[in-house]
């Protein structure tokens, strides 16, 4: 468990080295937005685009960040995930955390251990599950819709989290193609010291379900891989 948690720790720190020393470059403000019938028309164009009522009907979800070291398979419909960190096996149950168990680990764990292994595996899901689904989040509880109009004239999708998950209060614009499809966001969030920060959402799939998932972002010079994502009924 210690080294899991050393080598998540050196690699939170080379991912944000790596994204300040390119994102100065590009550090912006957050932009202005109006919020309304016409952010909520455009959040919707988004939905409609990715096959919104497929991901809704979605059971299971699968997939895999950190080049394979945190695997993932949520049970959408029952609010429990299976998540594998390295050698060490945990089930979330996302309705009742307090019921999450460690399943399987390599070695005996005390009770403060594996609360702080449920602890781990609950944050690394809300953030990596974001990766994959974040633009079918846009109308969850507590998130703002703004519509900000950009220099070349086409409009983006500004949200904002107020609550709920790991770090309430994070902003991402969305940047869509002329049919809403979402190409890329711009991110003002507690992690990164820099605004405006982009990362692209590429290789999208059209799983068994229907529903559309990301496979790869390019952030900076990082490329984040989702690994073999499934998405079934």
Same mark, same amino acid.
């Given at each position: 468990?210690?080294? #899991?948690?050393?080598?998540?720790? +050196?690699?939170?720190?080379? +991912? &944000?080295?790596?994204?300040?020393?390119?994102?100065?470059?590009? $550090?912006?403000?957050?932009?202005?937005?109006?919020?309304?019938?016409?952010? /909520?028309?455009?959040?919707?164009?988004?939905?409609?685009?990715?096959?919104?009522?497929?991901?809704?009907?979605?059971?299971?979800?699968?997939?895999?960040?950190?080049?394979?070291?945190?695997?993932?398979?949520?049970?959408?419909?029952?609010?429990?995930?299976?998540?594998?960190?390295? /050698?060490?096996?945990?089930?979330?149950?996302?309705?009742?955390?307090?019921?999450?168990?460690?399943?399987?680990?390599?070695?005996?764990?005390?009770?403060?251990?594996?609360?702080?292994?449920?602890?781990?595996?609950?944050?690394?899901?809300? $953030?990596?599950?974001?990766?994959?689904?974040?633009?079918?989040?846009?109308? /969850?509880?507590?998130?703002?819709?703004?519509?900000?109009?950009?220099?070349?004239?086409?409009?983006? &999708?500004?949200?904002?989290?107020?609550?709920?998950?790991?770090?309430?209060?994070?902003?991402?614009?969305?940047?869509?193609?002329?049919?809403? #499809?979402? $190409?890329?966001?711009?991110?003002?969030?507690?992690?990164?010291?820099?605004?405006?920060?982009?990362?692209?959402?590429? /290789?999208?799939?059209?799983?068994?379900?229907?529903?559309?998932?990301?496979?790869?972002?390019? &952030?900076?010079? +990082?490329?984040?891989?989702?690994?073999?994502?499934?998405?079934?009924?």
């Amino acid at each position: 468990m210690r080294r #899991f948690f050393k080598w998540t720790g +050196i690699v939170v720190v080379v +991912i &944000l080295i790596a994204i300040v020393t390119w994102g100065f470059i590009a $550090n912006e403000a957050l932009p202005e937005g109006k919020a309304g019938q016409e952010a /909520d028309a455009l959040a919707m164009k988004m939905l409609t685009s990715l096959n919104y009522s497929k991901y809704q009907n979605s059971r299971c979800i699968e997939w895999s960040f950190k080049n394979g070291a945190n695997h993932y398979k949520w049970d959408k419909k029952l609010g429990k995930v299976t998540v594998t960190l390295e /050698d060490t096996k945990i089930h979330l149950n996302l309705n009742a955390p307090k019921k999450s168990e460690v399943l399987d680990a390599s070695t005996s764990l005390s009770k403060e251990e594996k609360t702080a292994l449920i602890n781990k595996a609950l944050e690394n899901f809300n $953030n990596d599950s974001f990766w994959l689904v974040a633009p079918y989040k846009v109308f /969850d509880n507590g998130v703002t819709r703004k519509v900000v109009s950009l220099d070349s004239g086409e409009k983006a &999708l500004l949200i904002t989290y107020n609550s709920g998950g790991t770090t309430p209060g994070d902003s991402y614009l969305w940047l869509l193609n002329d049919n809403g #499809f979402p $190409n890329a966001f711009k991110m003002w969030v507690k992690i990164i010291p820099i605004g405006g920060v982009k990362a692209t959402w590429d /290789d999208w799939q059209v799983m068994d379900s229907g529903a559309f998932l990301p496979k790869t972002h390019q &952030l900076g010079p +990082i490329t984040l891989n989702m690994g073999d994502i499934k998405a079934y009924n």
